[in-house]
């Protein structure tokens, strides 16, 4: 048995971590944050799929079994790779999850008008991987996508709760507004933006939406582990947590603890080869 493992490139992934201990509090969990580099948003596929393979394969050195990547770059752009080719290789009884899909599953139930916007990093975006699954499950909805590359930066350099950060966030909401004005619910397809919340719904007409994943995606795992009890049982459920950075760890506790909404103790890591 061993603990959950919870990857990010950053610190964006701690706010779904931040649900996963409201919502299964009693499961043991290990984070990785990729800080030194990151961030992911601007890179290649290839590089990205390096890079998150290497965490993943961390994770599992360190005894977990199942691995969330609470990234929806490395969600976008590795996943299915590690899933098809990786894990046979390291082991099929290993399992690799994201965020895409559970976040996807949800849509349906925030909107009426079936007009959706997506907003994430250029990555993301970039990817497609938000139109592939919606198109699978929701064929008749209308997406319009926009990538917001100034909001991580904003939080990640503690900018966000300065009025200055509503300029970006209101440039970017009206822009994905022009593209369409039907829009009534809009996922924040980023870890990172549910610090931004109140500024973007504060810069959205009321009728829209938000869509933030923390709670999804807590939500989803819990009903995974009721679908595969074989998974759950090799969860070790003591209540432990272990925090890893590639980055300065005193560095990682400090700008982290905003994001996860209380303090931790972290160690720094080397997962490159």
Request: a positive charge; glycine letters at 8%.
């Amino acid at each position: 048995m061993g603990p959950i493992g919870v990857f990010d490139s950053g610190y964006g992934g701690l706010t779904i971590l931040k649900e996963l201990l409201v919502q299964l509090p009693q499961y043991d969990y290990i984070y990785l944050g990729d800080n030194a580099r990151a961030p992911y948003g601007n890179r290649s596929f290839g590089v990205i799929y390096q890079y998150t393979r290497q965490a993943v394969e961390f994770l599992f050195s360190r005894g977990a079994h199942l691995v969330l990547l609470a990234c929806n770059t490395a969600s976008a752009k590795a996943l299915r790779t590690i899933q098809r080719y990786d894990i046979p290789r390291i082991g099929p009884h290993k399992r690799v999850l994201g965020v895409i899909r559970p976040s996807v599953e949800e849509l349906a139930s925030f909107t009426t008008t079936k007009q959706i916007g997506i907003l994430g990093t250029s990555g993301t975006v970039q990817s497609g991987s938000y139109l592939l699954e919606i198109k699978k499950l929701f064929p008749d909805f209308d997406v319009t996508q926009h990538a917001c590359p100034m909001w991580v930066p904003l939080v990640e350099n503690d900018e966000y709760q300065n009025t200055g950060a509503d300029y970006f966030i209101q440039k970017d909401l009206n822009t994905l507004l022009s593209k369409n004005s039907n829009i009534d619910a809009v996922l924040l397809a980023c870890t990172h933006y549910p610090l931004l919340e109140a500024h973007i719904r504060q810069n959205l007409p009321k009728k829209i939406k938000v869509i933030s994943q923390g709670t999804i995606v807590a939500q989803s795992l819990k009903n995974y582990f009721l679908r595969h009890p074989e998974i759950d049982i090799n969860c070790r459920k003591t209540g432990q947590r272990q925090y890893f950075s590639t980055e300065d760890a005193h560095l990682f506790e400090e700008r982290g603890k905003k994001f996860l909404g209380q303090e931790f103790s972290a160690e720094k890591v080397c997962i490159s080869k």
